[in-house]
Nanobody, 124 residues
Framework: QVQLVESGGGLVQAGGSLRLSCTAS????????LGWFRQAPGKEREFVAV????????WYADSVKGRFTISRDFPKDTVQLEMNNLESGDTAVYYC?????????????????WGRGTQVTVSS
């Protein structure tokens, strides 16, 4: 089993930046796909970015492409999300998730483990 803990959320001005971090524990997760998702009040949880297992190759939602960067430190079992040029639409609870399957995915239901989330609020 994998435990995930997010950190780094907070209040930031539009146009500013934040860096989120997620630390995994419980077992080796080098082969796991690690994703970031977000959920705003009244909205469905949506995919943000994923770092693929083993390779660390990245994939992003169109809404954040060019502004967000996902990266991971394999020896430390951590994944980060660097968020730049933040907009009011980025306000949400951000969740770290792990997918132990062989195929990577942007779908919520394909992820086995979830953190409790960290709040990101962008003020205008």
């Amino acid at each position: 089993q994998v435990q995930l803990v997010e950190s780094g959320g907070g209040l930031v001005q539009a146009g500013g930046s934040l860096r989120l971090s997620c630390t995994a524990s419980g077992r080796s997760i080098s082969s796991y796909h690690l994703g970031w998702f977000r959920q705003a009040p009244g909205k469905e949880r949506e995919f943000v970015a994923v770092s693929k297992g083993n390779s660390g190759a990245e994939w992003y939602a169109d809404s954040v492409k060019g502004r967000f960067t996902i990266s991971r430190d394999f020896p430390k079992d951590t994944v980060q999300l660097e968020m730049n040029n933040l907009e009011s639409g980025d306000t949400a609870v951000y969740y770290c998730a792990a997918n132990g399957g062989r195929r990577w995915s942007i779908q919520v239901e394909q992820y086995d483990y979830w953190g409790r989330g960290t709040q990101v609020t962008v003020s205008s």
